[in-house]
């Protein structure tokens, strides 16, 4: 009588969810889809997650780099269905189900959720974008952190006063939170450390021109937190314009219109720091789908491309339409999208249709002005000065990720309020590193 082995069927490939960006809306996707019967592969330039809010503080000398990055990879230890791959990507075949990456890689997809962020927005003004320094990753705040230390040094060496004071004045476009607080950030670097530090520069005082083409500080804040925003820089010593407009930037100087009474006025200066807007990355463009007037990815109420069940859109890439309008490139409605999409990819593993749309929940906005001195917008409720200052201190801490960056964080920002020190003063240069851009 002959044997007979059984054979146990090959169970089906599971599905290939591949999650393309590592920022806020990608890393909370990611973090929902741990141990779920699918292989999810984040897809990143960096290999890192970048708490891009306290971008400013490591630019102002107070934070180090690591502080505010975390290694994707070693969020992604110990999971039995996640991956990571370090890469760029730069073209997206949605009929094919396939995207290419810089190095020639083919990553192949059942589900695909695009969350890639944003970059600066120079309005078609090359000139400007070319000679300002933006504050969107980390490779720019490090060259301002070098650029303003540099510009200190130039100064102290230099004789003539035209030139001292071309050295000492740094233009800031964009009075929303990143230009704001970066702007209280260098004030406070500048008292700290320039009487103490540079003996050769007393008598010469640092000017901060902090510019906005709105009528006031904070737009999207209530309009009683801008003026009490704008009253604190300018006790600071920041000089605030409202209605004004860059027009151009060389070298040596910037060009403002909207200036009162004269019109046009030039500014000398080394430093454009650029805070004034953002627009989707390039790889928008690379998907052929709709887009809106931001150039953002329109999506439906589940936030999928084009009412398709396999591909969705979350975060600054992302044109999300709520009570008609737009919602804002920050960090909380991505969160909340990639929390969302995650829940919609499990029910469609578990085979149940999710049919409760995608809502935001604002749950306030925050911006930091200086030592003891915030703003704070939650619901009906308007908070300043040091109760504004602490939630915002919270708020941050808890919302980083890592133990290790919540303490070296909090422990930082301890001794900068006892000591009354910006410790990371480091002028560093470094070579391109190998195949940095895989």
């Avoid at 590592?22 to 990143?44: H, P, Q, S, T, Y």
């Avoid at 891009?52 to 039995?80: C, E, H, M, W």
């Avoid at 049919?355 to 704070?376: E, H, L």
């Amino acid at each position: 009588m002959e044997s007979q082995t059984a054979t146990r069927p090959s169970s089906p490939p599971r599905p290939q969810v591949v999650i393309v960006g590592g920022g806020f809306g990608g890393i909370e996707c990611v973090k929902k889809l741990d141990g779920a019967d699918a292989d999810v592969l984040l897809v990143d330039r960096n290999n890192y997650h970048l708490f891009t809010p306290l971008l400013y503080q490591v630019a102002s000398s107070l934070l180090n780099p690591s502080d505010i990055a975390y290694p994707l990879r070693k969020l992604l230890r110990g999971s039995r269905n996640l991956r990571f791959r370090r890469s760029t990507v730069t073209d997206i075949d949605l009929d094919g189900k396939y995207l290419t990456t810089a190095d020639g890689h083919r990553i192949d997809w059942d589900v695909l959720v695009l969350a890639a962020g944003s970059e600066s927005n120079f309005f078609g003004n090359g000139e400007i974008a070319e000679r300002s320094i933006g504050l969107k990753n980390l490779d720019e705040a490090l060259q301002l952190r070098n650029h303003i230390l540099s510009c200190l040094d130039q100064a102290s060496r230099a004789t003539d006063p035209e030139e001292i004071a071309a050295w000492l004045t740094f233009v800031i476009v964009g009075g929303g939170p990143t230009g704001v607080e970066y702007a209280g950030a260098l004030a406070e670097l500048f008292r700290l450390v320039l009487r103490a530090e540079y003996p050769e520069l007393i008598g010469h005082s640092p000017r901060i021109v902090l510019v906005e083409a709105m009528d006031r500080l904070l737009p999207p804040f209530d309009p009683r937190l801008g003026a009490y925003a704008e009253k604190v820089l300018t006790r600071l010593g920041v000089e605030v314009m409202t209605g004004v407009r860059v027009e151009g930037a060389t070298d040596s100087e910037v060009r403002l219109s909207g200036v009162e009474p004269a019109g046009e006025v030039e500014i000398a200066s080394r430093t454009l720091v650029w805070a004034a807007g953002v627009r989707p990355t390039d790889l928008a463009g690379e998907v052929e789908a709709e887009k809106s007037r931001s150039r953002r990815l329109r999506v439906d109420e589940f936030l999928r491309l084009d009412g398709r069940n396999d591909v969705y859109a979350i975060g600054d890439l992302a044109s999300v339409d709520q009570d008609g309008q737009e919602l804002p490139m920050l960090s909380p409605p991505a969160m909340q999208a990639g929390r969302y999409v995650a829940r919609r990819i499990l029910a469609g593993l578990r085979r149940k249709g999710s049919k409760k749309p995608f809502r935001y929940k604002d749950k306030g906005t925050m911006a930091v002005i200086g030592r003891n001195a915030a703003v704070a917008e939650v619901g009906a409720l308007r908070l300043t000065g040091f109760i504004g200052w602490l939630a915002w201190l919270g708020l941050h801490l808890y919302y980083l990720v890592g133990f290790r960056n919540r303490l070296a964080v909090m422990i930082s920002w301890g001794f900068n309020y006892l000591k009354a020190d910006r410790p990371v003063r480091l002028i560093t240069r470094a070579k391109a590193a190998p195949l940095a851009d895989a």
